[in-house]
């Protein structure tokens, strides 16, 4: 089975921009998590979508967005982008066969760099 | 609220030492998950172990070892015969099983350098 797929791996902005991130869950998994890495902050949880509806949240500002697809891929939106969302963005996904939580698995990441 | 802690913030031993990475957690829940999980330069995390809360058997792998002690809410890593290959940074990490609570708490990390 093909694991978590993030595109694209690589990102520079600028100040002011926006930016879409993508994930694509292993086969079959149903629950897709966003999480940043800073190296002063860890790693910290964005938000989780199940079945295209976002079912928890951390604690980001609403410039920090996402959704899910019917076929369980997801994207995340960062608008009016700020020096300090300049991270590893890192998507996971899980089976949660019975929408519990359950294992997740990460992709490689996204790494954003804002100028 | 739910929190980890890894307070060995570096380890650097030479190759085919034993090393024991530190996990201790705080959490209400009565049930819940732990994890850890291995960072590679190439940034992404590689799954290791998952363990519920109500089994407190330790684990054994290969080279890796976990104890889990919920007396002590600690929940340690150990490789033994080190590798250089085994050189990343390792999160311990903390989850509910709460329905919809598909949240994990990560630890700061331990960055782990196996020397030739």
């Known amino acids: 089975k093909a694991g978590v797929t993030q595109t694209p791996r690589y990102l520079i902005k600028t100040r002011g921009q926006q930016v879409t991130l993508s994930c694509s869950p292993i086969s079959g998994h149903r629950s897709v998590s966003w999480y940043q890495q800073t190296p002063g902050q860890g790693l910290q949880f964005l938000f989780e979508?199940?079945?295209?509806?976002?079912?928890n949240k951390g604690n980001f500002p609403g410039r920090f967005s996402g959704r899910q697809f019917s076929n369980s891929r997801s994207e995340m939106n960062v608008s009016t982008l700020e020096l300090g969302d300049s991270a590893l963005y890192l998507c996971?996904?899980?089976?949660?066969?019975?929408?519990?939580?359950?294992?997740?698995?990460f992709g490689p990441g996204t790494r954003l760099t804002v100028l | 609220a739910q929190k980890v802690t890894q307070a060995q913030t570096e380890i650097s031993v030479v190759e085919k030492e034993d090393v024991t990475l530190d996990c201790v957690y705080e959490t209400r829940d009565t049930t819940y998950y732990l994890f850890w999980y291995k960072q590679p330069p190439s940034g992404e995390l590689v799954f290791l172990i998952r363990r519920n809360s109500f089994d407190e058997q330790n684990e054994i792998s290969g080279r890796y070892s976990w104890n889990f002690q919920k007396s002590t809410s600690s929940f340690n890593f150990t490789i033994t015969a080190s590798q250089v290959v085994d050189s990343a940074v390792y999160f311990c990490a903390l989850s509910g099983v709460i329905q919809g609570a598909q949240k994990l708490v990560f630890g700061q990390g331990t960055r782990l350098t196996i020397n030739p």
């Open positions: 996971a996904s899980s089976p949660s066969r019975t929408g519990g939580p359950d294992t997740q698995y």
């Open positions: 979508y199940f079945s295209e509806t976002q079912r």
